[in-house]
């Protein structure tokens, strides 16, 4: 069975453009959420996504967005990149609240 | 808003001895989930344990086990027989079972040092 699959793994970005990271999660998983990991912040909650709508959201601003698509496979986007948004962006899966979240390997997005 | 602890930013312990690491956390539910994630340098998160609040035997899996004690909001994890292949970050998580959410709130880690 495959894993949470994220991509791409790694990302330079200029400040002021905008990315895209992806997200497939295992087969069969409905619920998709997304992590900013920084050294200063550590693990902090962006969002969390269930058969394509938003069930939650963490105190990030505005120009971080995400969607999910009946496919279940997640997208995140940040418009207008700071140096800060540099950070290790993880996504986890899961079948429903009462199971474990698989965490995919990460996309190292670096703003230059 | 529920908030993780963890006191202790790094620790090491010789190959074969037992570690245990320390985790609190502040709640006012009563029921909820909590987790001890390890993060090797691949970066990617592996669950190594979960505890069921409402269960009061503590979880083990293999070498590691925790020691749950609710009224204190403490969660820590032991490692027996410690191997090089667990050195690596080890974050302590919660989440709670209201909301329908999968939101997990973490700790900032604590990085394991296995001494050969």
């Known amino acids: 069975k495959a894993g949470v699959t994220q991509t791409p793994r790694y990302l330079i970005k200029t400040r002021g453009q905008q990315v895209t990271l992806s997200c497939s999660p295992i087969?069969?998983?409905?619920?998709v959420s997304w992590y900013q990991q920084t050294p200063g912040q550590g693990l902090q909650f962006l969002f969390e996504?269930?058969?394509?709508?938003?069930?939650n959201k963490g105190n990030f601003p505005g120009r971080f967005s995400g969607r999910q698509f009946s496919n279940s496979r997640s997208e995140m986007n940040v418009s207008t990149l700071e140096l800060g948004d540099s950070a290790l962006y993880l996504c986890?899966?899961?079948?429903?609240?009462?199971?474990?979240?698989?965490f995919g390997q990460g996309t190292r997005l670096t703003v230059v | 808003a529920q908030t993780v602890t963890q006191s202790q930013p790094e620790m090491s312990v010789q190959e074969a001895e037992t570690v245990t690491l320390s985790c609190t956390y502040d709640?006012?539910?009563?029921?909820?989930?909590l987790f001890w994630y390890k993060q090797p340098p691949s970066r990617q998160m592996i669950l190594v344990i979960r505890?069921?609040?409402?269960?009061?035997q503590n979880a083990t899996e293999n070498r590691f086990s925790v020691n749950f004690q609710k009224a204190a909001k403490s969660f820590s994890l032991k490692i027996s027989d410690s191997q090089l292949g667990d050195a690596a970050m080890y974050f302590c998580?919660?989440?709670?079972?209201?909301?329908?959410?999968?939101?997990?709130?973490f700790g900032k880690g604590t990085k394991l040092t296995v001494n050969p």
């Open positions: 986890a899966s899961s079948v429903d609240t009462a199971t474990e979240a698989f």
């Open positions: 087969s069969g998983h409905r619920s």
């Open positions: 996504y269930f058969s394509e709508t938003q069930r």
């Open positions: 709640t006012s539910e009563s029921d909820y989930y």
């Open positions: 505890q069921e609040a409402y269960k009061q």
């Open positions: 998580a919660y989440r709670s079972l209201q909301g329908g959410s999968e939101k997990l709130v």
